[in-house]
């Protein structure tokens, strides 16, 4: 930009998404049942809950979810649900991040791309326990404040109401229409 366009720009603050980042994760539980495991019949994870809190270079996520596992116990006879809550907490790197940003504006978020799930479920070799094999994905953002350059019209702007704009395109074709008709009836 040549110095005499700087009266042609603006420095506008605003909030814009400033940070990104990504993390796929696979972790392994080991839960103890209160009968010895003879074989896996299920394993699921419910109630996951987490939150998103601002971490050095990245955003963690702090969360839990239930582990039910069903097995067998007593050589397949009876069969039982033994149930575990665990706690983690997952460092998301910061892919991106916009030098300009206010730090005192952050805001973060995690979506959880992946909810946790059981992947795998096996007896250990002891006999006591089963490991549990879960994996899990966010996708992190940082909201902050920062400023962007804009360039200006020397003109100022231009009375938009005067003017009828042509699309183009010939809007006839959507003459026999049915405006009662919805998606869900296609």
Known sequence: MAISDHNHCREIITKAVCGKGRKFSVVTHTV???H???SILGAWIINHQYEAVRAGDGIEVIGTYDINIWYSYNNNSQTDV???TVSYVDLVPLSYVDPRHRASTEEVSAESTQ????VEATVSASGTSVAIRVEREFAVEMVAET???VRVSPNGCLD????TFDFGGDTSEFDDLDPDLTDEEV
């Not at 909810?115 to 059981?118: G, T």
């Not at 938009?160 to 003017?163: R, T």
């Open 160 to 163: 938009l109401d005067d003017k």
């Open 82 to 84: 033994a149930k575990e």
């Open 36 to 38: 010895n495991p003879t």
């Open 147 to 149: 400023k962007v350059c």
């Open 32 to 34: 103890t049942p209160p």
């Open 115 to 118: 909810e946790p799930n059981c």
